[in-house]
């Protein structure tokens, strides 16, 4: 498509141009600054209670009190907001990865960059299905044909010229020989000179005032945000409780003192109950979930249906590159009349010279294998075309070559037929090859051909032409290696993978057969479907896997049939016309390599190899993830039952404030221990064995069901029963030696913390089989000894008495390791319960 005779810029002058224009956007992207960042994660609940506390140490008159809950809260905010600027880094990463491309030529060679990089002078290259990223001229045009209803409100496409070609005295403020920015090539391909980019284009002109949409929060961050705004009500009157009942507690001391010790006890509460971690949790987990996917060819646009992946239940898929590697190649070519150079002449002659089309691109190999170059196939002059749609599926092209004028024509056989000249003999033979090609599995197209006498005879239509049959030619697109499996893999995770293509039925059937999908005999044409009502269809998606002669506007029917049943789609797809479908399915697919530009501002998710084994990994990831937000929120409300029913049961047992197994200096250590094992941790935890073999889950689930918030709960009071149960029976055994009390109360939650993880990564897969999937992992390694060191450093270095603990001796380390150990460890012996009534399950069923 390069001619010799357009100039690219050079980095150099791409530079200069860039420092002058600045970037190809409408709208400058905001910059939040570090500052902004700390004070967003300081105005969090938990942190003005942190704050609030270490400003009632320093009234209390101890000021190393509060100087230590500083320094612990300063680290708490170093840790929030380094996760924010990771994820921030992460988003704008993904972000850059699925901005929107466009081929130019640089530095005498084709690049493909980012949209906004474009500067005035590039040459760009666009094509069908491209939205023309900046204003510029026509340089060269072929059967170029641009939308430009979104500035014009006119529906009907615009054909361009190049500038050479247009009549100079066109006054029409629209030219002909001009594209602009934000519009959309519905045909053809053309070159273009950059003229204006960014607000200086006429769409920026018009879109001057519009700013940014704000992100509207995803069903999951509303369920997380009302469930934080509960825990802090029940917090705020469980505060407002304690702190009374502490008061009445301490008639001895004076009153100021009396008020500030119910304070105390009321933040420490308080603290406890907040469960703040659930948003960072949601952030962290999707954004390097969505950032893990695309290291896998899977690029996530929208990160809410990084989330819904798990509940995928039916996946609608392109048979071609697809399911098939998009390698065509010309199996088998039939003519009719024996002459099978002249229907391989006229094959490639139907074919666009500067094709971009897998099959036109075999079809011209194959012509050049036999010995029939370019320069017979293309060397006349193009006087017609007759332009490929979706409803014609055919196409023609009508050559001059010298006094001969002939229309080369090809297409689906079922429509190049109608318009050729047959006898009844002839009819029925070339039907029986096609059934013959299709059974073997082959897409079969037709090739006619037409010889006219003078140009002024030229049909206006081609369904005007009256064609004689040349023959058929056989293409194979063989089924990918991995398919049959990722078949498998679907069928047994609850995951309906249905076959759309525009090939016909016979074919797609036997591809159907050759990957082992469910029900491959059952098929709906494009023309059965056209029939049906929307009833009719509903039903009969329920057992129909294939779909033939499908147009994309019929993939929105069906997608709206399946959503109907009530299950969740994912759906892949690559043209323009495709795009209403994307949007209206709950996860839009679309191909990284052959997608057009639209269909991937309407997908939520880019497939970057146009693999389907990629897809089938992605749903798996997408479980995974979703599994171990679910953990990471149960784990989060057991390690606060601990620290949450100490504060409460305290005051009721009558317990001294200054005796308390966790002040407020305590809650601030663990959250720093907390935050990295829920958001770091849990978050790097590997599938499951089993996951894709459970069922999808139902996508209106909430995010905490009552199973995991029981056994959070169960586990949670466990967990609170060993610490507290070992800290009051040591501050009763010496009730002045609260320290020691308090120090054997820590250990126990912060080494059963430890084993936590550990135990809840799986529900069937027992604690030594987890830590050795992630026996390597470094990050594993790194939390669960930092946990330890600082475990060490807190009970046998001078900060212990900052924190108003005692060292332990080895007895006392040993008996805490124990309780720990006792207190997390019994949910393995319901692990083993579980595991031999599912073994039970699965001996019963298979007799």
Partial sequence: MTEQHFQGLTSQEVKKLQEKFGKNELVAEKKESFLHKVLHVITEPMFLLLIVAATIYFILGEPRD??????????????????????????KALKDLSAPQIKVLRDDCEKIINSCDLVPGDIMFISEGVKVPADGVVMKASTLAIDESSLTGEAEAVWKVSKENCDSNDADYWRKDYCYAGTLVTQGTGIILVDKIGSATEYGK?????????????PLQKQTS???????????????????????????????????????????????????????????FLSMGAWRLAKKHSLVRKLPSVETLGAVSVLCVDKTGTITMNKMSVREVWSLKNDTNTLTKIMGMGCKPDAYDPMEKSMITFCEEGGITRD????????????????????????????????????????????????????????????????????????????????????????????????????????????????????????????????????????????????????????????????????????????????????MRIVKAFKENGEI??????????????????????????????????????????????????IRDGRRI??????????????????????????????????????????VLLELVIDPTCSIVLERQPAEDDIMERAPRNANEKILTTKTLTKSIIQGVVMFGASFGTYYAFLNNNSTNAPLARAMGLT???????????????????????????????????VNFGTLAGLAVILYTPLNSFLKLAPLSLSQLILAAVISAVSVLWYELVKVTKNIRKQSKYSYLSQ
């Fill in 376 to 555: 017979i196939l293309f060397g006349g002059e193009l006087v017609k075309e007759y332009a490929f749609t979706d409803e014609l599926k055919m196409m023609g092209h009508v050559w001059q070559n010298h006094s001969d004028i002939t229309v080369a024509a090809k297409g689906s056989p079922e429509r190049i037929l109608t318009i050729c000249s047959l006898t009844d003999n002839d009819r029925k033979i070339a039907e029986k090859k096609i059934l013959e090609m299709s059974k073997e599995g082959l897409r079969v197209i037709a090739v006619g051909q037409m010889k006219i006498s003078e140009e002024s005879n030229i049909p206006d239509k081609l369904t005007e032409c009256s064609l004689e049959l040349c023959g058929l030619i056989g293409l194979a697109d063989p089924p990918r290696e991995s398919v049959k499996e990722d078949i498998k893999t679907c069928t047994k995770a609850g995951v309906r993978v249905v076959m759309i293509t525009g090939d016909n039925g016979v074919t797609a059937s036997s591809i159907a057969r050759q990957i082992n999908m469910p029900n491959s005999d059952k098929i709906i044409t494009g023309d059965e479907l056209n029939k049906m009502s929307d009833e009719e269809l509903r039903e009969r998606v329920k057992e129909v896997n294939v779909f033939s002669r499908v147009v994309p506007e019929h993939k």
């Fill in 226 to 284: 009302k469930l934080v705004k509960l825990c802090a009500i029940i917090a705020a009157v469980l505060f407002i409780i304690v702190g009374i009942v502490t008061y009445f507690n301490i008639p001895d001391h004076a009153f100021t003192d009396r008020l500030i010790e119910s304070i105390l006890s009321g933040v420490t509460l308080a603290m406890a109950m907040i469960p703040e971690e659930f948003p960072v949790i949601l952030t962290v």
């Fill in 206 to 218: 018009i879109g001057q005032d519009v700013i940014s949409a704000p992100d509207n929060p995803t």
């Fill in 66 to 91: 509060g100087a230590i809950m500083l320094i612990f809260v300063v680290g708490i905010i170093g840790i929030e907001t380094i996760q924010e600027w990771k994820t921030d880094k992460t988003l």
């Fill in 748 to 782: 126990i939650i912060l080494l059963a913390n430890v084993l936590l993880v550990n135990v809840n990564s799986s529900d069937s897969d027992y604690a030594i089989k987890s830590f050795a999937k992630l026996k390597k992992d470094k990050v594993m390694w790194t």
């Fill in 626 to 667: 979703y599994d171990n937000i679910r953990k990471a929120i149960g784990y989060v409300f057991t390690i606060h039952i601990p620290i949450a029913f100490a504060s409460l049961l305290a005051p009721i047992l009558g317990i001294n404030p200054s005796s308390l197994l966790l002040l407020p200096l305590h809650v």
């Fill in 569 to 618: 789609v994912a759906m892949t797809g690559d043209g323009v016309n495709d795009a209403p479908a994307l949007k209206h399915a709950d996860i839009g697919i679309a191909m990284g390599k052959r997608g057009s530009e639209v269909s991937r501002e309407a997908a939520d998710l880019i497939l970057l190899d146009d693999n389907f084994s990629t897809i089938v990994e992605t």
